[in-house]
């Protein structure tokens, strides 16, 4: 078989290796989902708590509103996420140099290598994002609880509920993989022979 034509490689084949990477490198995989989960609960706290207050005001008059400053804070938060994900994803690099080598002189092109990474990263971004959102859900209610009761989740329009979480879980996902791009590339383009002499 040709490099040309590669090897039969589906989204299903980059999921089961992906989960696979994920279980062997534990430590280095739940680093990654602990960074994107904080990012993104700091994001949701400041959404839910803002999204409560209004409901609460909406309810009962009055107009306490989060301060929109802090919205800068969460982009300093989120983009200390991606770099820290950017700088574990090249380390993980160079520690699958030789297998990634093993698996391009079996045929692997370049854009399987490239799924598989962000296969990895759609993977970690998703479980971050839903511990975020758990997170930010526990933090929005602790602070607006004493003030709007706790059981003003419940009178918050569902859609607008549901709109915020999965708009939280897309970013948490959108800024995994966007971390990831660099080392992806820089894995699709190692030299299968030089890397399979490569030690760590």
């Given amino acids: 078989m040709s490099q040309k034509e590669g ?7 980059a999921f089961k290796l992906g989960i696979s990477y994920i279980e062997r490198r534990r430590d280095r995989s739940l680093l990654n989902i602990a960074s994107i989960a904080l990012g993104l609960s700091f994001f949701t706290t400041l959404l839910l708590t803002d999204t409560f207050y209004q409901t609460y005001t909406g309810l009962n008059g009055g107009n306490t509103v989060i301060d929109q400053s802090y919205y800068w804070l969460v982009v300093v938060a ?3 996420s991606v770099v820290g994900i950017t700088n574990a994803m090249l380390i993980s690099v160079y520690e699958r140099v030789r297998e990634i080598g093993t ?7 370049d854009q399987h290598i490239i799924i598989l990474f962000f296969v990895e990263a759609f993977l970690q971004g998703t479980v971050g994002g839903l511990i975020g959102v758990i997170l930010g859900t526990a933090g929005a209610l602790a602070t607006t609880g004493p003030t ?3 059981e003003i989740i ?7 509920l549901l709109t915020l979480y999965s708009s939280s879980v897309l970013i948490a996902v959108f800024l995994s993989i966007l971390a990831t791009i ?8 190692l030299d299968p022979v030089e890397a399979l002499r490569y030690e760590l």
């Fill in 7 to 13: 090897v039969r490689f589906t989204i299903s084949d």
């Fill in 78 to 80: 989120l983009a200390v």
């Fill in 103 to 109: 698996m391009k002189c079996i045929g692997a092109l």
């Fill in 148 to 150: 709007t009761g706790f």
């Fill in 154 to 160: 419940l009178k918050v329009n569902p859609i607008r």
């Fill in 182 to 189: 660099y080392p992806a590339y820089q894995a699709s383009k």
